[in-house]
T-cell receptor, first 113, second 115 residues
């Protein structure tokens, strides 16, 4: 699986937007970009995923660079409950390797009140 | 929808005993489930892929005789840690998917402490 690179940690103020970057320069044409987050002492939670176009859902937005070598997860208004480790993961569109996910170290987001 | 329930949420056992962890997909059928392990301050590491009605596929370095996986139905997979030792203390998390390329849904994990 292609590798992703994320900052180890980021800080944000409550109710401000947060932009979490992810670099994936070796992404292949069939890789989806997935984002999950893990709150303390819980299992990961799906956030969003996309292939080429920007995506929006109730949790976040995903902005994908035109060359697909990087992407940004956008939380429009951070809350204290958004404090978590955010993982950017590439996954083959056909669900390669039976669809499992390989987790990197992610970005630990801290939200200050 | 797509809820994965994991039980128990935490367990303490003595060294040498075995512990069974259950993972259930509550509102969908999962032909494939995944088991992960997470040590403190580290990321999740895939242990094995569990396929309904067949043997699990283990990742390199994971002992299949120590971590027994059973996937007897489309909604239940179990992980049994046999002859547990303190170094097996960890956070075990299962996940499942609806279709091959759909997002994974995770359980809330089981914190295992072996004394």
């Amino acid at each position: 699986d292609a590798k992703t690179t994320q900052p180890n940690s980021m800080e944000s103020n409550e109710e401000e937007p947060v932009h979490l970057p992810c670099n994936h320069s070796t992404i292949s044409g069939t890789d989806y970009i997935h984002w999950y987050r893990q709150l303390p002492s819980q299992g990961p939670e799906y956030v969003i995923h996309g292939l080429t176009s920007n995506v929006n859902n109730r949790m976040a937005s995903l902005a994908i660079a035109e060359d697909r070598k990087s992407s940004t997860l956008i939380l429009h208004r951070a809350t204290l409950r958004d404090a978590a480790v955010y993982y950017c993961i590439l996954r083959d569109v056909y669900g390669g390797s039976q669809g499992n996910l390989i987790f990197g170290k992610g970005t630990k987001l801290s939200v200050k009140p | 929808g797509a809820v994965v329930s994991q039980h128990p949420s935490w367990v303490i056992c003595k060294s040498g005993t075995s512990v069974k962890i259950e993972c259930r997909s509550l509102d969908f059928q999962a032909t494939t489930m995944f088991w992960y392990r997470q040590f403190p301050k580290q990321s999740l590491m895939l242990m094995a892929t569990s396929n309904e009605g067949s043997k699990a596929t283990y990742e390199q370095g994971v002992e299949k005789d120590k971590f027994l996986i059973n996937h007897a139905s489309l909604t239940l997979s179990t992980l049994t840690v046999t002859s547990a030792h303190p170094e097996d203390s960890s956070f075990y998390i299962c996940s499942a998917r609806v279709r091959a390329n759909s997002p994974l849904h995770f359980g809330n994990g089981t914190r295992l402490t072996v004394t």
